[in-house]
């Protein structure tokens, strides 16, 4: 490792196991020197394991439901608590879509499922950074980052309103982002990451295919939780300073392609076996 995050303070907002992506991110950052707290719902805390990341990181977990403002607020005030001052990097990682998860359709939408998708993964967003810019909650420099997908600006079949809510994500960040360099010199940012086999990931149907796919089109192959990690240490870390407002795809380059050989392959394939 390299120490580059020693010395910094942080809050993980979205572990639940050891197949999520912000659990992976905590486990590098503990690693790279940062202390940090997590934060994940009450109902998510029953369900996962967050107690074993918490031990092995050193680090106290803050239940908070991330669309309350007061737990939010609680999120933070006691992080600053605990850590002993303001915090150096946010991580938001939450994300969830009853439409996904109940089958409803793009045009047979339930509206108060998606009003629920947008406030869970994207305004929860807007709501974090507010509440911390009123705290003057992060010290200059600091850096925040939310996890996005690129079906932010393409349709993929099955993605849903969660494509809103990454899309509405990606806009709150460069908005904000705007505020907060301006007047405290804090990154804002999000990374658009390949699909990825988490827990809540490997409930959604056709995943499989999905990750195939994606595999073949990627010239670097899809980028795993791992090194999703790896890439969000540089964005916490001093080495990205002059990032901001952007949306980094972490895709292997499967945001750059239209057509890769293995893909052409298989394609061409199904031909072959059609009757």
């Known amino acids: 490792m390299y120490n580059l995050l020693k010395g910094k303070k942080g809050i993980i907002f979205g572990a639940l196991d050891d197949k999520s992506m912000a659990w992976k991110v905590a486990e590098h950052a503990h690693a790279e020197g940062a202390v940090f ?82 406030d869970i993964s994207a305004i929860s967003f807007h709501k974090v ?70 827990t809540a990931g490997s409930g959604v149907k056709g995943i499989g295919d999905l990750l195939d796919f994606t595999e073949k089109m990627s010239p670097l192959g899809n980028a795993t939780a791992d090194e999703l990690a790896q890439y969000c240490i540089t964005l916490f870390s001093d080495l990205t300073r002059k990032v901001t407002m952007q949306n980094l795809f972490h895709d292997g380059g499967f945001s750059s392609m239209g057509m890769s050989e293995k893909a052409m392959h298989q394609y061409s394939k199904g031909f072959d076996n059609e009757q």
């Open 37 to 118: 707290t997590l934060s994940n719902t009450p109902i998510a805390l029953r369900y996962g394991t967050l107690n074993e990341l918490a031990e092995r990181c050193n680090s106290e977990i803050i239940p908070a439901d991330a669309t309350n403002l007061k737990d939010i607020e609680n999120v933070i005030e006691k992080s600053m608590e605990i850590l002993g001052g303001k915090v150096d990097f946010i991580l938001h990682s939450i994300g969830m879509s009853l439409n996904v998860r109940k089958k409803r359709s793009y045009d047979d939408i339930d509206y108060n499922f998606m009003m629920k998708t947008l």
């Open 129 to 198: 950074l507010q509440t911390a810019y009123k705290l003057d909650a992060i010290n200059e420099w600091g850096s925040v980052v939310a996890l996005s997908y690129i079906a932010a600006q393409r349709t993929l079949f099955r993605y849903n309103d969660m494509a809103d809510a990454k899309a509405m994500i990606e806009s709150i960040a460069r908005s904000f982002g705007y505020i907060y360099g301006r007047d405290r010199k804090i990154r804002v940012n999000t990374i658009s990451q390949s699909p990825t086999l988490t």
